[in-house]
């Protein structure tokens, strides 16, 4: 069952963890991160998925809301730090400690995004290849980049090979803009990776609107519905 993205999400929101793992074994972090998504899967959030780098060890969850939800509330009903009242991102890092640190974790709307098949939504499966692109801004400059991100998925998503979706999504705070893509295989989405003439000419247009940018080529391992390692249901 794939986690689904709606590309125009006027009551839905989503967040996104960037975790470096600590752990020897990124598996055990992926492990519990599964665990989490269906225990909060069950408590208000409506999907979620979690992405690991193919040539690192960072790993991403992501998990998409009802706008409105109070996730200080969720994460408080979570037995180990109920009684800690931290906020949101404090209670979801000692969820995860000591497997991982969060090195950022935002509130993102989705405005824009295209399929092959035309439907209206992004679909992201376990064994999906992702490529991630984030781009920090300037607060008086996100709209201009939102824009600008809009006009270049019209100009190369037919013409991109390989490419099944690709959605794009501006921060809450003002000063972010990710494009997530969907790839058939890894083959297509490396070669768009390193096309080193493409994204001169992609980097040259926004260039006046990037503060700084990082890109990185995951893996799904997880997806709304998958069941969670053997041997934490058995735990």
């Known amino acids: 069952m794939p986690t689904v993205i709606p590309f125009f999400t006027g009551n839905k929101t989503t967040c996104f963890y960037t975790l470096k793992p600590c752990c020897p074994n990124v598996d055990d972090l992926v492990d519990l991160l599964v665990c989490i998504?269906?225990?909060?899967?069950?408590?208000?959030?409506?999907?979620?998925?979690?992405?690991?780098?193919?040539?690192?060890?960072?790993?991403?969850?992501?998990?998409?809301?009802?706008?409105?939800?109070?996730?200080?509330?969720?994460?408080?009903?979570?037995?180990?730090?109920?009684?800690s009242r931290l906020p949101p991102v404090e209670a979801f890092g000692k969820m995860i400690s000591p497997l991982a640190n969060i090195l950022m974790a935002n509130w993102y709307d989705t405005y824009c995004g295209e399929t092959k098949c035309g439907l209206p939504a992004a679909k992201i499966?376990?064994?999906?290849?992702?490529?991630?692109?984030?781009?920090?801004?300037?607060?008086?400059?996100?709209?201009?980049?939102?824009?600008?991100?809009?006009?270049?998925?019209?100009?190369?998503?037919?013409?991109?090979?390989?490419?099944?979706?690709?959605t794009c999504f501006k921060s809450q705070d003002g000063d972010k803009v990710v494009g997530l893509g969907v790839w058939d295989d890894a083959g297509p989405a490396y070669a768009w990776v390193f096309n080193s003439d493409h994204h001169s000419k992609i980097n040259a247009y926004l260039e006046a609107l990037i503060v700084d940018t990082k890109y990185d080529i995951m893996e799904v391992v997880y997806a709304t519905g998958d069941e969670p390692p053997l041997l934490l249901q058995i735990r």
């Open 37 to 83: 998504s269906s225990w909060f899967e069950n408590s208000g959030c409506l999907q979620s998925f979690i992405l690991k780098s193919m040539h690192g060890n960072m790993v991403i969850w992501g998990a998409v809301w009802t706008t409105g939800s109070d996730l200080e509330k969720v994460l408080n009903l979570v037995p180990s730090i109920v009684k």
């Open 125 to 166: 499966s376990r064994g999906d290849v992702v490529t991630i692109r984030l781009i920090m801004t300037e607060p008086e400059k996100q709209a201009s980049l939102s824009y600008a991100f809009l006009a270049l998925l019209k100009s190369f998503f037919l013409k991109t090979k390989g490419l099944s979706s690709y």
